[in-house]
């Protein structure tokens, strides 16, 4: 199965008459430069900020483009990215493949399977409602 890898080309060939075997191989390399691509972390980061302004206010998976609080590639082959998103909802299926499709468009790796590893802002309710943290009460017994 290739769903993972978005939409593949197409390339019609024939062994007998060898038809096709140029733009076969042609294919294959643009394939191989793609499996290694590395972005850096600014381009992604950027590419992410264009499509959220894009995608804004549409609703449905759009809303998941706000959540990014920051992405970086953490390997090639296959290309993987790790998100930190906001919030501790976590992302359904659908979502996943919206944001692996919103990388493969704005990155120019389609045809290529993407990893997502994706990590979320968990804090309990309890601990954002508790006041000032060990730290501050350390430092204002120090200034005393």
Same mark, same amino acid.
């Given at each position: 199965?290739? $769903? &993972? &890898?978005?939409? @593949?080309?197409?390339?019609?060939?024939?062994?007998?008459? #060898?038809? #096709?075997? !140029?733009?076969?191989? +042609?294919?294959?390399? +643009? &394939?191989? !430069?793609?499996?290694?691509?590395? $972005?850096?972390?600014?381009?992604?980061?950027?590419? =992410?900020?264009k499509h959220?302004? *894009?995608?804004?206010?549409?609703?449905?998976? &759009?809303?998941? =483009?706000?959540?990014?609080?920051?992405?970086?590639?953490?390997?090639?082959?296959? %290309?993987?990215?790790? @998100?930190?998103? /906001?919030?501790? !909802? +976590?992302? !359904?299926? #659908? #979502?996943?493949?919206? =944001?692996?499709?919103?990388? /493969?468009?704005?990155?120019? @790796? +389609?045809?290529? %399977?993407? *990893?997502?590893?994706?990590?979320?802002?968990?804090?309990?309710?309890?601990?954002?409602q508790q006041? %000032?943290?060990?730290?501050? /009460?350390?430092?204002?017994?120090?200034?005393?």
């Amino acid at each position: 199965r290739f $769903v &993972a &890898a978005g939409r @593949l080309p197409v390339i019609s060939l024939s062994a007998l008459e #060898g038809r #096709g075997t !140029d733009e076969l191989m +042609e294919a294959v390399v +643009e &394939a191989y !430069d793609k499996w290694n691509k590395s $972005v850096s972390s600014y381009k992604l980061r950027t590419s =992410l900020a264009k499509h959220s302004l *894009r995608f804004y206010g549409t609703g449905g998976s &759009a809303h998941l =483009l706000q959540r990014i609080k920051w992405a970086v590639q953490v390997k090639a082959r296959p %290309p993987t990215f790790a @998100l930190l998103l /906001r919030g501790s !909802d +976590e992302v !359904d299926e #659908g #979502g996943q493949r919206f =944001l692996a499709n919103v990388l /493969r468009q704005s990155l120019g @790796l +389609e045809g290529v %399977p993407l *990893r997502l590893y994706l990590r979320y802002n968990k804090r309990p309710k309890q601990q954002q409602q508790q006041g %000032p943290s060990r730290a501050r /009460r350390r430092n204002s017994k120090a200034r005393r």
